[in-house]
């Protein structure tokens, strides 16, 4: 059925969807970036636990 | 998919949240009640009873540890999910009209209403969470009343002491909430109401609902919009699917100004958009009233939705809802 409905999908339409995926995946790249880069900030590890230096990190900001 | 039928309210849901495993359903409503369930069978594990008003808002930490919440009554609320027993309450001029828990659960935002001479406030709770929980401050760490259009959903923002709100006339922005300063905001991000807003897992993008029938996906750093979904229908929640590319959008005409009853019971639908593609991808049908809260399932292996009608519906997706790869076999990042 899906791929019943793919074959009428035009080339047009694909190589669209294509270009929105590809956008989406390097903006979701540079969010993560941008998170890693928040989170060492904050003095925050990746998993969660808050670091040692937290509080010294919001003064100086 | 044959959901689950979840009945202990008497009136309309307000908001739905499940825990961070997605064992557990917490359900607030206009009946004052907040109650949890299991998701996997339905059954009720326990309520929260205290509060004497419309429960219009809640939120559960990532430990399951403690409940939020606030109501019409005026008061926030924190509760022992486990026992059910009230550990602190907080009294405020006016109704509690949203609370959400930060990242690391030690801090609650709150919005409380603007009414007779008090103005729409956001206050930021530091919270004990040391021994019962029983020993909070009853001042706010912060406070702020945004000026302009008043604040109707909030949220932490990924950014170091950033809130993010929505608000009555459309507009979302990014408050510092140790100044109060509106750091940023996007005056046009809806046209109406923002009536619901949701954090992506990961809090760098997020999705608003609003009464102008559109659903709206918003990068959280830049406020920008990333995506639009529209509807026929004013829409009063949207929750974002982890691990596929949809996201799911509830609302419809209240039951005043829809002409008919027994020929359109049942038809309330979640609609299920294509995250990336702006394109509908199928609707649920069930609810006899307006689907005012939607929450996924952490996992992305359920949702629910509450409705008008005073039910709550989980709805554990199937096999092929893993399976089928609308348009294509393009890998799409969450």
Redesign the interface.
Known sequence: E?AAE?SN?SAEL?AH??R??DE??A???R??D??AE?RK??G?EVD?E?GPQEETK?EI? | MRPILLQGHERSLTQIKYNKEGDLLFSASKDIGINVWFTHNGERLGTYDGHNGTVWTIDVDSQSKFLVSGSADNCMKLWNVATGKCLYTWEFPTAVKRVAFNEDDDQIVCITEQRMGYQSAVRVFDINREGEGTSQSKEPAYMFNPVGSKATVCAFAFMNDLILTGHESGKIALFDMKTGDEVLNNERAHMDTVTDLQLSPDGTYFITSSKDKTARLHDTKTLAVLKTYPTETPLNSAAIAPKRPYVLLGGGQEAMSVTTTSARQGKFETRFWHKVFEEEVGRVKGHFGPINTIAVHPGGTSYSSGGEDGFVRVHHFDESYWKVKPYGDMEIED
Do not use: Q
Request: charge should be positive.
């Open positions: 899906d793919e999908v694909i969807r294509k929105l995926v989406w995946n903006w979701r790249r969010c993560k941008d998170l928040e900030k904050k925050t969660g808050p919001e900001e």
